[in-house]
């Protein structure tokens, strides 16, 4: 993954004969280059895989959306947003640069990641990168991660139901997430039933996700997760764990997992990796 | 011009059976529906038209154009890049909602570009739609708008020489009006000498509206633009106008609009909306 992401950095197109900014490739590469845990590429990658497709055009279709996520994570960081001054144990990007810098970071890797998405080698046929397109704007706007954002940062001053604390989660992170399971399988040119048991898997994978990060949220320590904890409590964030508990929590964890095994079974022993992540998406401890 | 950019905000699409956050709704709503000048699209459409083509698709490419112009007002208002109360005579969207609200409307309007300029209608062939959206990516993020904003706010700083001042603008303005004119006759199907030649058009009515701003925030009151002026000079930016002085500023417009006018003169009768935007980009006083 990382040597694409630095070379669609490097390579970042440019309108006519004009110039990058070397400040702004700087602060784009600190929020990318961070050694993330590519979870979402990772997804991108082992879907198409399981149908038979590996190449680079894949990898660049994985990069689109890696972009998506550091935008996001560098705009949330934002002292407007939840203030955070570490991300992954490294200063984050209005902390190492400036705001204005780590604003216009984030809305030039939103943008640069419709140009990766378009890119000839993700799908030979226009039609096919037209939807992924589409479906990648669906995911990060108001219906879906951006919406997501907005939503969370308003029930710091409310109390939300549970439907609404699923909502705002299914939007703000499952979003991508469905995203990533389904853009790996209409790369890979995946029969219909395919693509939605893998949208499926995608959205359960998120709910596993959310619920985790909740989990870890109340009981790890700022030392391993390289970040503050104890702040969605903190914030007054409604969280399902805050509703149910931590035990509930993890019963819950555990029939999600069950389920996306299942999902995957028709596959045999190939979507043994996808199981995997889905497994260490549910017990991670970072 | 209203009506499409008021019902692709009102069925802004959504990624699942999610919901659109209303405040959000509200801020971008508040960021597009203020009365502009609607340059970009006007040029779209009269581009198109001087092609033959008229029709929704075009409008609905025009407004993708406007959410990119409008998000970058949003962000480019914040109080960490310009810090300005006041656009078009309003309070700007951080002022009427709040930072947070401001940038993810600025984040979520950039994302809903993206969406519009892939629908169906923009045009039936989706080649033409993929390059229309790789070249929106291109015009909006690093190497064009977003990255001439990094130059504007690092040539607060220190001084710029002519070319770096031409190169900031033609990136900062330039690459979405220059966009807006190519885009137009793209999506009529024209001869790529007749792309190449509204190109070159597009990209004099970018030096021209550079220009007569750089004049406008020397010469005019706030009472007449609805914006704070003098202020590029109180920042320290350097601009053309603070180089050559006024006079050399007019004369180099009005050779631009004489350029401009010969571009057009293949056309005959039929460029005469094309002429005037050209010329009321040149001698707006607002």
Request: proline share 4%; with cysteine; hydrophobic share 45%.
């Amino acid at each position: 993954m990382e040597p694409v992401l630095e070379s669609l950095l490097a390579d970042a197109p440019l309108s006519q004969e004009n110039e990058r900014p070397p400040r702004l490739m700087a602060a784009m590469r600190h929020a990318v280059l961070a050694g993330g845990k590519r979870l979402r590429p990772i997804l991108v990658m082992e879907v198409a895989e399981l149908f038979g497709r590996q190449d680079d055009g894949v990898l660049t279709a994985a990069a689109a959306l890696e972009f998506i996520h550091c935008y996001s994570l560098v705009h949330d960081d934002l002292p407007a947003m939840d203030d955070d001054d570490l991300r992954r144990g490294r200063p984050t990007v209005h902390k190492a640069f400036d705001e204005a810098t780590a604003i216009l970071a984030g809305d030039a890797l939103l943008t640069l990641a419709f140009d990766a998405i378009t890119a000839d080698p993700v799908h030979e046929d226009p039609a096919v990168r037209l939807v992924l397109t589409r479906e990648l704007s669906r995911a990060a706007g108001i219906g879906g991660m951006a919406g997501g954002q907005m939503l969370d940062l308003e029930s710091e001053s409310r109390a939300r139901s549970e439907q609404e604390i699923r909502t705002l989660q299914a939007m703000k992170t499952g979003a991508l997430l469905r995203y990533a399971c389904r853009a790996g399988a209409l790369l890979a040119n995946a029969h219909e039933g395919d693509v939605d048991r893998l949208t499926r898997f995608g959205e359960i994978i998120g709910l596993a996700f959310q619920l985790a990060d909740d989990l870890l949220d109340v009981e790890a320590s700022a030392e391993t997760t390289g970040k503050a904890t104890g702040k969605d409590a903190a914030a007054g964030k409604a969280t399902l764990v805050g509703l149910h508990g931590v035990d509930a929590t993890r019963a819950e964890l555990a029939k999600l997992q069950a389920e996306a095994t299942a999902l995957l079974q028709p596959f045999g022993e190939k979507a043994k990796p996808l199981i995997e992540l889905a497994d260490f998406i549910s017990n991670r401890n970072h």
